[in-house]
Nanobody, 117 residues
Framework: QVRLVESGGGLVQPGGSLRLSCAASGITFSINVMAWYRQVPGKRRELVASITTLDSPNYADSVKGRFTISRDNAKNTVYLQMNSLEPEDTAVYYC???????????WGQGTQVTVSS
């Protein structure tokens, strides 16, 4: 059974940093894309960043230059380094892992990030 466990969320002041981790277990297949999404109450879940097997990243415009996504394929883990955090970054952050074949996506349970003074 595939399980994604996120960690690293919490409360941080504006301008601060956090590093999220997502470790996938029960993986018996090749992973394609790994990504982070976020969601605030009343709004749609939105893509924050994604990274392919070739380590090609993609970022939402709102986080470019502040967030960095990376992955460790040997550990089936994806990271999100978040710098210069803003109150608008407050959300529940979800890890998302896509199986290569057949394509299928798995979600983590989410980790709360709160940016507030």
């Amino acid at each position: 059974q595939v399980r994604l466990v996120e960690s690293g969320g919490g409360l941080v002041q504006p301008g601060g940093s956090l590093r999220l981790s997502c470790a996938a277990s029960g993986i018996t297949f090749s992973i394609n894309v790994m990504a982070w999404y976020r969601q605030v109450p009343g709004k749609r879940r939105e893509l924050v960043a994604s990274i392919t097997t070739l380590d090609s990243p993609n970022y939402a415009d709102s986080v470019k230059g502040r967030f960095t996504i990376s992955r460790d394929n040997a550990k089936n883990t994806v990271y999100l380094q978040m710098n210069s955090l803003e109150p608008e970054d407050t959300a529940v952050y979800y890890c998302y892992v896509v199986r290569l074949a057949p394509p299928y996506g798995y979600w983590g349970q989410g980790t709360q990030v709160t940016v507030s003074s």
